[in-house]
């Protein structure tokens, strides 16, 4: 069992920055591939971003070019660098992973941590 721990989450204007921090503990060894999730009211919870242990990336394409997720592997942490934020980035932001590559585009995981909320509004 894994324990996720979102943080960093806040109120920022439009073409701001946030960095958002993910702490796993537990059996995180077990976890490869890793990503920041969102939820937006009335939708489904989407991969904004994923990374494997070796460092590969991936992006949706909203973000690509704004947002940058990055790990540390003998820490057990993700975070996730968001840039040039704007409104519609507002979601409640949640990490996720598993032991293989890829990551889900809409996130059915079973179990999440508390996630963390982000609204970009002036």
């Known amino acids: 069992q894994v324990q996720l721990v979102e943080s960093g989450g806040g109120l920022v204007q439009p073409g701001g920055s946030l960095r958002l921090s993910c702490e796993a503990s537990?059996?995180?060894?077990?976890?490869?591939?890793m990503g920041w999730y969102r939820q937006a009211p009335g939708k489904q919870r989407e991969l904004v971003a994923a990374?494997?242990?070796?460092?590969?990336?991936a992006y949706v394409d909203s973000v690509k070019g704004r947002f940058t997720i990055s790990r540390d592997n003998a820490k057990n942490t993700l975070s996730l660098q968001m840039n040039s934020l704007q409104p519609e980035d507002t979601a409640v932001y949640y990490c996720?992973?598993?032991?293989?590559?890829?990551?889900?585009?809409?996130?059915?995981?079973?179990?999440w941590g508390r996630g963390t909320q982000v609204t970009v509004s002036s």
């Open positions: 996720n992973g598993r032991s293989f590559w890829p990551l889900p585009s809409v996130g059915n995981f079973r179990s």
């Open positions: 537990g059996s995180a060894f077990r976890i490869n591939a």
């Open positions: 990374i494997s242990v070796e460092g590969r990336t």
